[in-house]
């Protein structure tokens, strides 16, 4: 059974940071394609990063600020987030497909960290 664990979240004030883990339990996800999303309350889900093997990719938002990465010996996922603005207070959630490319497609989904920042 996959299953995706989210922690890391809290609240800071803007400009401050935060590290969002995503510890994978279930099968090795050292390549596969894996992905942050972020969900404010009656919104739609946003994409903020992804990666697959080694090849990253950013909404513009959050490009310069955010940095995805992945510890293949622990099997986790990472979102280092600098610079946090108000805007960026979402719910986020890690999420993975057994794939080694990304095409927007994700069967698998952690609960959700939630990440709160104020001005």
Known sequence: QVQLVESGGGSVQAGGSLR??????GYTSSTDCMGWFRQVLGKGREGVAQIAR???AYAGSVKGRFTISRD???????LQMDNLKPEDTAMYFCAAERRTWCNGVF????QGTQVTVSS
Do not use: D, H
Request: with cysteine; aromatic share 16%; glycine share 4%.
């Open 107 to 110: 069967s698998y989904w952690g």
């Open 54 to 56: 080694t090849q990253t």
């Open 20 to 25: 969002l883990s995503c510890e994978v339990s």
């Open 72 to 78: 293949n010996a622990k099997n986790s996922l990472y």
